[in-house]
């Protein structure tokens, strides 16, 4: 029987004032998820996984709720993967994340979201060039 090798965690800034961001960036989470997916690798997306479930049950937002999930990953996993894209200077959840895979001496690879932002067309709502409406049309939102 093959060896299972490790997950790698992959990392990207989330929270957002306005929620349709946070939307977006689940989004490309996602993709590049996928993305890594097909290419063999094992990985885990912690905002891929808790994003729809945290809005439908109402979950708290805040780092310090999901700080214990994130170590007992991040303790285990194989890799830290960063979507390196606007927010990693300012989001505590990232920097926590940073500061685990230190802790655990785990290694860190830095993933440029451009091409997944440009495939999902939702450059403009990430950069603040388009407006609320439209992006929940990219999204394929009505509400």
Same mark, same amino acid.
């Not at 891929?48 to 945290?54: D, E, F, Q, V, Y």
């Not at 049950?57 to 979507?83: N, Q, R, T």
């Not at 950069?127 to 939102?141: A, V």
């Given at each position: 029987m093959e060896e299972i090798r490790g997950y790698e965690y992959l990392?990207? =800034? +989330?929270?957002? #004032?306005?929620?349709? %961001?946070?939307?977006?960036?689940?989004? #490309?989470?996602?993709?590049?998820? @996928?993305?890594?997916t097909k290419? /063999?690798?094992?990985?885990?997306? =912690?905002?891929?996984? !808790?994003?729809? %479930? @945290?809005?439908? +049950?109402?979950? =708290? /937002?805040?780092?310090? +709720? !999901?700080?214990?999930?994130?170590?007992?990953? %991040?303790k285990h996993c194989s890799k830290l993967l960063v979507i390196s894209m606007d927010g990693c200077d300012k989001s505590k959840g990232l920097k926590l994340e940073l500061e685990l895979a230190d802790k655990y001496g785990k290694p860190v690879e830095y993933i440029d979201p451009t091409p997944y932002i440009e495939e999902l067309n939702l450059g403009g709502i990430l950069y603040g060039e388009r407006c609320e409406e439209e992006e929940l049309c990219l999204l394929g939102r009505t509400d």
């Amino acid at each position: 029987m093959e060896e299972i090798r490790g997950y790698e965690y992959l990392a990207l =800034p +989330y929270s957002h #004032v306005n929620k349709s %961001i946070e939307d977006c960036r689940a989004e #490309v989470s996602n993709c590049i998820a @996928a993305h890594l997916t097909k290419q /063999g690798r094992i990985i885990f997306a =912690p905002i891929s996984a !808790w994003h729809h %479930i @945290a809005r439908k +049950y109402a979950l =708290p /937002g805040s780092f310090e +709720y !999901w700080s214990m999930l994130d170590e007992e990953f %991040i303790k285990h996993c194989s890799k830290l993967l960063v979507i390196s894209m606007d927010g990693c200077d300012k989001s505590k959840g990232l920097k926590l994340e940073l500061e685990l895979a230190d802790k655990y001496g785990k290694p860190v690879e830095y993933i440029d979201p451009t091409p997944y932002i440009e495939e999902l067309n939702l450059g403009g709502i990430l950069y603040g060039e388009r407006c609320e409406e439209e992006e929940l049309c990219l999204l394929g939102r009505t509400d």
